[in-house]
């Protein structure tokens, strides 16, 4: 390459990475993964080695980017906060064993390592004087950081004070403020239920939560704290690295139990090896590896270059975020009915994992992400869970980028597809239909709460399914013995058992088949409600959402799941075959169910009663009482038996009247005198 060639490039890769700089370190909003950052770093530096007399002292490479954010002081460190060097491959970490070895004139294999995960949080300074935190600071660029004391104090792994003796007057420890893994997916449950903006990954929800200007908010999130080291120290504390992190422990300060050494090269690619399996099982995310010369005057006689020490090295893990092309959106219809939409990817290398597919949840998730069909996208694999859409990459947006719609039909039975109102997630309406909901579908039928066909268990509902002898609900009245005996762990008698169950279960009760149908959100209760108020089965499905929300405790959105429902003609199909096949129930009469002493009135049991729970609930039932399981405003009463807990909690934030047993007794007694009972 000419002189001016490279010149040319080398600036160019200099505005890139100040760019990304800006975006990671000031504004926390990466805009590239870490992997084609650290190529565009090794590029320039590369550049750099081959052309000497263009580094120049403003280069990314002569310093750590980042610049300390308005809002916070700016703190000096006292000592430096250095970077590491990154190797990523077996050769290259070979190679650095090696240079360190030469460096030392020793044998590479005689060299003992300190080897620790390196952790994917934010870095940070702790200064304690005379054992208390006095301050903390982020590493900034290195040279300055900012004053974040008040967050880190509120941070419960970060001592406020130093346990024990013998620590020196002034020291300062360093590590990394993390986000552990189960805290980040809590987290993020809870903020897309409040329709919040979710974290993008552990990485930058400590980042974003340490760099708070309101030490409140850092409080709340789920932040940890492991140690790597010191920077000042007013008194040599060992005369090898290890031996520094066993007195930090001593003193309360939190060193990663990973943390170990390992003896020469083969050690470290043994640990890489080790640690490489394990990664999906640690409760918090890791990047790499961190090796270090554990002799204190080995690291002294090697020294630092530039940005690093020569005497430790980052061993990168291959990323858990890369970008790539998103070339399709299809839809995948969940055993419930749930539409989740699906990136169908360029093929990228995730984890050490060739991805195609990842979720993108729903369609709000896809606006909010600003994803397009056609994008540039990244992409996030880590521990078991499915690969997902993290973001788009706007910036890189191709002109032919179209939006995502939702299909209007399921892709797999061809029924419509809903969204109900306030809700996130769309779903298929052919829950009787349709092949993708089809499992679900027959093992709920056949509950036992529900058609109560005794013997027809998941594996056997997995087997007709599989073998294709049952297709809906309707088609288990068409079973013959020989199919059912063919199956396997079914001999002649079970198989006729089974037979006689299913013949049994034709004859049901309207509430019984109607919560067999599996619509949304209808449980026993409601299923109960809808019989008692439509009385029918033929008025249930005429009736429209005005109609159905003057049903006791029946709100818009579960009216919305019972008018869709019955809108889609396949689920109507399925519901004739099984009349033709011979279901059927007792009459229901309005009138005088209406007409019972607790009609209209909804009462929830809670903990332990004299008598079975069933034989109140019925008891109760039997008065026109609807015996619900949860407690709301609706409530007429509470009846709490001993040990009660967070029902009858619940009822008394509420003000819900609350009965003991006694309570009941007048109640099945004297169900008129109702009013009067709850009074006294
Ligand atoms: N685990 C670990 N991470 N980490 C990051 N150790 C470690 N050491 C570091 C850095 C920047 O620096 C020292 C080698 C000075």
Redesign the pocket.
């Known amino acids: 390459m000419k002189l001016e060639q490279a010149r040319a490039e080398i600036e160019r890769l200099r505005q890139e990475i100040e760019s990304h700089n800006y975006r990671y370190y000031v504004l926390d909003e990466p805009s590239i993964p870490d992997t084609e950052y650290d190529a565009l770093f090794r590029r320039l530096q590369a550049l750099e080695a081959e052309f000497p007399e263009l580094v120049t002292p403003d280069s990314p490479t002569q310093r750590v980017g980042g610049k300390p954010r308005d809002g916070f002081a700016t703190v000096r460190h006292a000592v430096p906060?250095?970077?590491?060097n990154n190797v990523f491959s077996e050769a290259e970490m070979r190679e650095f064993c090696q240079r360190v070895a030469d460096g030392l004139g020793v044998e590479e294999s005689s060299i003992r390592w300190s080897a620790?995960?390196?952790?994917d949080g934010l870095?940070i300074s702790l200064l304690y004087r005379n054992g208390q935190l006095v301050q903390a600071a982020t590493r900034g660029d290195g040279e300055t950081g900012e004053d974040v004391t008040a967050n880190a104090r509120t941070i419960p792994a970060i001592p406020l004070r130093l346990r024990g003796q013998g620590w020196p007057a002034e020291l300062e420890v360093?590590g990394?403020v993390y986000m552990p893994i189960a805290g980040f997916r809590a987290w993020n449950q809870r903020a897309l239920e409040r329709g919040e903006k979710p974290l993008a990954n552990p990485r930058n929800g400590a980042a974003g939560s340490l760099r708070q200007l309101d030490p409140k908010i850092t409080a709340k999130r789920p932040l940890a704290f492991?140690s790597?080291?010191i920077g000042l120290s007013s008194e040599t504390l060992a005369d090898r690295y290890t031996g520094i992190l066993e007195k930090l422990r001593g003193w309360g300060i939190p060193v990663?139990p990973e943390a170990t050494t390992v003896q020469g090269f083969a050690g470290c690619r043994d640990y890489h090896e080790r640690m490489l399996h394990k990664r999906d099982a640690l409760p918090y995310e890791i990047d790499g590896l961190?090796f270090?010369v554990d002799d204190l005057q080995a690291q002294e006689t090697l020294g630092f270059v530039t940005r690093?020490?020569r005497w430790?090295i980052?061993w990168k893990f291959p990323a858990q975020e890369v970008s790539t092309r998103l070339l399709a959106i299809d839809v995948q219809i969940g055993r419930t009915g749930a539409v989740t939409p699906v990136a169908r990817l360029e093929p990228v290398q995730v984890g050490g994992v060739t991805v195609t597919n990842a979720t993108l949840h729903n369609e709000d998730e896809i606006r909010r992400k600003d994803i397009c069909i056609g994008d540039w996208v990244i992409v996030r694999r880590a521990g078991d869970v499915i690969p997902e859409v993290v973001r788009s990459i706007p910036e890189r947006r191709p002109a032919d980028a179209r939006p995502f719609t939702m299909p209007s039909h399921c892709p797999v039975c061809g029924s419509r597809i809903h969204r109900a109102e306030g809700e996130a997630v769309s779903r298929c309406t052919g829950g009787l239909y349709c092949p993708a909901q089809r499992k679900q579908a027959i093992k709920h039928f056949a509950s036992r709460k529900a058609m109560d066909i005794e013997g027809l268990g998941d594996k056997l509902v997995d087997q007709l399914v599989e073998r294709e002898l049952v297709q809906t609900p309707a088609d288990l009245y068409h079973l013959q013995l020989e199919q059912l005996a063919a199956l396997e762990r079914m001999a002649e008698k079970s198989a006729r058992n089974l037979l006689q169950a299913i013949e049994r279960s034709k004859a049901t009760t309207l509430d019984r088949f109607l919560f067999a149908l599996g619509i949304r959100e209808v449980g026993e209760a409601t299923a109960k409600a809808l019989a008692r108020h439509f009385g029918s089965l033929e008025a249930l499905m005429q009736a429209d959402q005005t109609l159905l929300e003057a049903v006791e405790d029946i709100g818009p959105v579960v009216a919305d799941h019972i008018v869709s429902f019955f809108a889609e003609s396949h689920n109507r199909q399925v519901i004739e075959q099984l009349l033709t096949a011979g279901i059927h129930w007792p009459e229901v009469t309005v009138e005088q169910e209406e007409a019972l002493p607790l009609a209209g009135r909804t009462l929830v049991l809670t903990g332990t009663l004299r008598r079975p729970r069933g034989e109140v609930k019925a008891a109760l039932e039997r008065l026109g009482a609807k015996v619900a399981g949860s407690v709301s405003k609706k409530t007429t009463a509470v009846i709490a038996g001993e040990a009660a807990g967070s029902k009858l909690e619940k009822a008394r934030s509420l003000g819900v009247p609350v009965l003991d047993e006694r309570g009941l007794d007048a109640i099945l007694a004297q169900p008129e005198s109702l009013e009067s009972i709850l009074k006294q």
Do not use: D, I, N, T
């Not at 906060?81 to 590491?84: E, G, R």
């Not at 620790?116 to 952790?119: C, I, R």
């Open positions: 906060m250095l970077s590491l620790e995960p390196k952790f870095a360093r990394e492991y790597y080291g990663c961190v270090k690093a020490p430790a980052a």
